[in-house]
């Protein structure tokens, strides 16, 4: 990864060889948001561990964790049910993320389900799930292709699981403490390239960084520190990393190295966002330029809106 000196972030961006920008790269970018609203999501979500906005609808799609059915439930954007699907075949061993992107056909909106959730660091592999996005659902939905990917160092827990602007796969590591006088580490950057996402039956992540995430925020406890989803902003320039506790906004730029929050400046490269307290805050999605949703875990999951208060003109 690229190194970055302080106040730079807004210059660099550099792209692996062969790959092009997918997402809109272009118009302002948010640096301050607030807290607008509060609604609920439907009943049977009740354990919201990921959530997307597609791409050619105002509408959510959602997963549920460990022990629950390999579903996908569709909500509008104030957390109304507009049903669900299965994924025919497939089976939920604990789906902890979801994620919206271009197709093969980057004309076309597909959805990826990451089964990427690891508790105890014993998988051998994660399986991530890859969904055409369609006007209409059946009931059983067959996948376009189904990975078996493992780490290049062994088992790694994880619930944030995103799309590049490169249309690459990402996953962000939850660092969890293993002995109490621990405290959460750096967030590890997992990534698996566009180009494989449809054509592979398995492969090997490559692990392209880490985020210093107890460096970024001021975490007052460790629950502040694991992250727990992440989402691009819809210009590709911003990178939203949630925590039980907080947002942490990065200006995102392929290539860059954010493994130092010391070497960058607040307010300027990054933004810290105190959340408003939720049981478990484990879902996060851009709906607009200027607006993002936070949802939480629970019998009756509350659905956040947060609204931005101030934009920059990005060149």
């Given at each position: 990864m690229k190194k970055l000196s302080s106040g730079l972030l807004t210059l660099l961006f550099v792209l692996p060889a062969g790959q092009t920008v997918l997402a809109q790269t272009s118009g302002a970018t948010c640096t301050d948001w607030q807290w607008e609203s509060?609604?609920?999501?439907?009943g049977s979500i009740n354990e919201a561990s990921g959530m997307a906005k597609s791409r050619d609808h105002n509408r959510l799609f959602h997963v549920n964790d460990s022990g629950n059915s390999a579903s996908v439930f569709i909500t509008g954007l104030s957390g109304e049910s507009l049903g669900q699907f299965e994924l025919k075949a497939k089976e939920n061993n604990d789906y902890e993320a979801i994620a919206v992107g271009p197709c093969q056909d980057s004309s076309k909106s597909c959805i990826f389900v990451g089964d990427i959730g690891d508790n105890a660091y014993h998988r051998d592999s994660i399986q991530i799930h890859v969904i055409g996005e369609k006007d209409q659902f059946e009931k059983d939905e067959d996948v376009l292709n189904s990975l078996n990917l493992v780490y290049p160092d062994g088992a790694h827990n994880a619930e944030a699981m995103g799309i590049t602007p490169t249309g690459d796969l990402v996953i962000l590591s939850k660092e969890s403490k293993?002995?109490?006088?621990?405290?959460?580490?750096?967030?590890?950057?997992?990534?698996?390239?566009?180009?494989q996402l449809f054509t592979s039956a398995s492969g090997k992540l490559d692990l392209s960084g880490e985020i210093d995430i107890p460096g970024f925020l001021p975490a007052a406890s460790d629950d502040g520190l694991l992250v727990t989803d992440l989402a691009f902003h819809p210009n590709g320039k911003q990178l939203a990393i949630l925590t039980y506790e907080f947002i942490l906004l990065l200006n995102w730029h392929e290539g860059a190295d954010y493994s130092n929050a010391a070497g960058l400046k607040k307010d300027k490269d990054y933004w810290v966002i105190p959340i408003k307290k939720l049981k478990q805050a484990e879902s996060i999605t851009f709906i607009s330029p200027s607006e993002l949703l936070v949802s939480s875990e629970?019998?009756?999951?509350?659905?956040?809106?947060?609204?931005?208060?101030?934009?920059?003109?990005?060149?």
């Open positions: 509060e609604t609920r999501l439907p293993f002995f109490f006088w621990q405290s959460p580490g750096k967030a590890k950057v997992y990534r698996f390239s566009r180009q629970g019998k009756s999951p509350k659905l956040h809106k947060y609204s931005c208060v101030n934009q920059l003109e990005t060149r």
